[in-house]
């Protein structure tokens, strides 16, 4: 007997238990197959994330290999970075990231019915790539004094060992990472399900810390600017907007603060 699995473009990723299971009469037997993973997938023209160039296919998804651009608005530096999403094991420690989110914990029927929408899974990824929050993230972000006891942020080159050392951990933040850090390893998680990823560097950041609604921006003595982002952008249809905002989305790497 052959057989064929056709899931809907919107179902929720994820690990799947596939069983035979025949009926005669009163009879019931059944086998357990095996496992499969479902992923977003960019190549089906009814998902979220279906991308229609196939080159931007190439390079959002599959290419395991980037440039990030780092420094600061006077003097940009380009570093390459190993995103290595296909690599043995990142598939299982990105799924593991997902049951381990807050959103999980707190309510796992809720967030599982939820993850056939890349806006949810960009959030939860959002939220697990930092330690902030204690909820097993990824990473916890050092901007100033001494990293001697533990890695110094530059000199992270790829997520592959940054994601393993997560796991080899028990799932303890990594310590240490910066701006574009965060944003490789996001990459690197978002590209792994099936959503088409991009870097954004971004110099000169208008930040309302305080929240009153007007933006305060810092120097040093020499006049330079203090702030700098690293974001990462993913392809997504947005139905909740309207079909203007389709394209490329803002996720934030990097959140340090609860927002309102």
């Not at 799947?16 to 089906?44: A, D, E, M």
């Not at 989110?101 to 697990?128: C, E, F, H, N, W």
């Not at 533990?150 to 940054?162: C, Q």
Request: one cysteine or more; aromatic letters at 14%.
């Amino acid at each position: 007997m052959n057989f064929t699995i056709s899931s809907p473009a919107n179902a929720v990723i994820g690990r799947y238990n596939l069983t035979f299971q025949v009926t005669s009469g009163n009879k019931i037997f059944s086998r357990f197959l095996g496992q499969f993973v479902l992923l977003f997938n960019p190549w089906c023209p009814g998902d979220a994330v279906y991308m229609t160039n196939e080159n931007e296919r190439q390079e959002y998804v599959l290419n395991e290999n980037g440039i990030i651009f780092v420094g600061n608005a006077k003097y940009i530096e380009a570093r390459g970075w190993y995103y290595g999403q296909f690599q043995d094991h990142l598939l299982n420690i990105c799924l593991t990231m997902l049951d381990l989110s807050l959103y999980y914990r707190q309510d796992p029927a809720t967030d599982v019915s939820r993850r056939g929408d890349p806006k949810y899974v960009g959030r939860v990824i959002s939220s697990m790539i930092n330690g902030n929050d204690n909820d097993n993230g990824v990473l916890l972000g050092k901007w100033q004094g001494s990293f001697h006891s533990h890695e110094n942020p530059s000199r992270w080159d790829g997520s592959v060992v940054i994601l393993q050392k997560w796991r080899q951990d028990n799932y303890k933040p990594v310590q240490y990472g910066q701006c574009w850090v965060f944003a490789g390893v996001m990459c690197t998680v978002l590209r792994c399900l099936g959503i088409p990823t991009r870097l954004i560097s971004n110099f000169n950041s208008a930040h309302d810390v305080d929240r009153n609604l007007s933006i305060d921006k810092y120097y040093d003595s020499s006049g330079k600017s203090l702030n700098i982002g690293k974001d990462s952008t993913c392809w997504f249809i947005r139905p909740d907007l309207g079909t203007s905002y389709n394209g490329w989305q803002v996720l934030d790497a990097t959140p340090q603060e609860q927002s309102k």
